[in-house]
């Protein structure tokens, strides 16, 4: 018992300190993890072997962790040092494209295609963030769009926080529709059996519905902001798109290596080669390819986000350690007794609220075995089930800006570049649309299954 208070006290404590602001969040989750580590496993458990799992340095180590003929996803207990090495191979990337021009000139194409106009502009990045983030892992998507909406901002004279929002929570919907979109939906798919197209003709209905619905939604919110200060845009001065690229060779060279990075994460399953492996592997070609620049990349790389999701990574498995998972798992079955709408109502909606405060893709791995025996005991469809936790942990991540690894990133790179989103302005903003989207996907899995 002693235990359990303890892990959820310093999950609160490094909740609570997140969203003051008033200290730095890798600080404060790197002190949490700290005190989770001695504190927690230390003193109170005296456990090496949580520390050991918590810590989870020996799967880097594996063969499994670069290759996996099982095309299974890390779903164990800890620092998730895939998605970690991950994250940095892709912001070593992006600022490769961004060190020869790209873009810019991305961003002044586009500008260019819709006639400079701001909200043709946001409606286009939203669709193109929901639609990458079904094929391309949603932290990828986000670090390239939020680099492309910050410029857009400066050319077009508008505040790039509204639209960074927004791709934010499309790419975290779009990354529902389909298995290889987000995380929990493979783990999900390989723990179940489930395939790309089942995805897809599930919970990729779902999500096209609610993408028609949020697209309306974030229009009438930010249309005012967005429209506010760039009345006066001499569009026969913008520059030429072509005049951006600072190094045509290293352009074509850069470009080649973001689409076999896409081609890698989409085949990914099919290859066995792991996020792990494609985003080092990625690096160590954006360093090859930028020569003597390499430094000035590495250099670049955001640090702080990665130390943030070590600390956040070593909290969470102080609960998972201590079982307070598991205890929410079984409170679930518990309460939901035999009505299959009250079933699935319970799963999305918990999911929902969970994952918008901790790391979605442990909660997913523990919440499978939950539906499995749902599914048995309560004579409710496996796979019912199965797209209602798909739906609660992939949108419920939406809701702060700690729930999803997209959330953290793209707030980062807009702190980064001079645009910090509090916590208030993050949760006023998406806290709605995702309680909008789990009540419609309720909905529509009541009526299409049930």
Not at 100 to 117: D, E, P, Q
């Amino acid at each position: 018992m002693l235990p359990q208070v303890i892990a959820v006290a310093i999950f609160i404590i490094m909740f609570g300190l997140v969203i003051t602001e008033k200290i730095e969040r890798h600080i404060v989750t790197l002190f949490c993890g700290l005190l989770t580590i001695v504190v927690l496993f230390g003193l109170c458990m005296r456990s090496t072997d949580a520390i050991m799992q918590t810590l989870n340095v020996r799967t880097l180590f594996t063969p499994e962790f670069w290759y996996n003929a099982g095309s299974s996803e890390d779903g164990s207990t800890g620092i998730n040092w895939a998605t970690i090495l991950f994250i940095a191979g892709m912001m070593i990337m992006v600022e490769g494209m961004a060190l020869v021009g790209f873009f810019r000139w991305l961003c002044m194409s586009i500008a260019r295609l819709v006639k400079y106009k701001t909200i043709p502009v946001f409606i286009t990045f939203m669709l193109m963030s929901a639609i990458l983030s079904m094929f391309i892992d949603c932290i990828t998507v986000i670090l390239f769009l939020a680099a492309v909406t910050v410029e857009l901002g400066r050319l077009l004279k508008f505040n790039p926080v509204p639209m960074i929002l927004s791709e934010i929570f499309c790419a975290n919907l779009g990354g529902a529709a389909t298995m290889c979109g987000d995380p929990p939906n493979i783990i999900i798919g390989t723990s179940l059996g489930y395939t790309f197209a089942d995805f897809v003709v599930n919970t990729g209905v779902i999500v096209l519905v609610a993408l028609i619905l949020v697209v309306v939604y974030f229009y009438f919110f930010f249309r005012k902001e967005l429209t506010a200060n760039n009345s006066d845009i001499d569009i026969a001065n913008m520059p030429d798109p072509k005049k951006v690229i600072t190094n045509k060779k290293g352009f074509i060279i850069h470009t080649l290596i973001f689409f076999l990075a896409v081609a890698l994460l989409v085949t990914h399953a099919m290859t066995g080669l792991t996020v792990a492996f494609i985003g080092v592997f990625i690096a160590l070609l954006t360093l090859i390819a930028a020569g003597k620049k390499a430094p000035t990349l590495i250099a670049k790389a955001d640090y702080k986000t990665l130390l943030f999701f070590i600390g956040l990574f070593v909290v969470v498995g102080g609960l998972e350690q201590t079982g307070i998972l598991e205890i929410i798992s079984a409170f679930i079955g518990k309460i939901s007794g035999g009505n299959p709408r009250l079933i699935v109502a319970i799963i999305i909606w918990i999911s929902a609220v969970a994952s918008a405060f901790i790391d979605n893709i442990p909660f997913a791995a523990t919440m499978v075995p939950v539906i499995k025996s749902l599914a048995e005991t309560e004579n409710v469809s496996l796979a019912v089930l199965a797209w209602a936790l798909s739906m609660g942990t992939d949108i419920g991540g939406n809701a702060t800006p700690i729930g999803a690894s997209a959330n953290v990133v793209g707030t980062s790179v807009a702190a980064k570049k001079g645009y910090p989103i509090s916590w208030r302005r993050y949760c006023v903003s998406l806290v709605p649309p995702t309680i909008m989207v789990l009540v419609a996907a309720t909905l529509m899995i009541w009526f299409r299954y049930l």
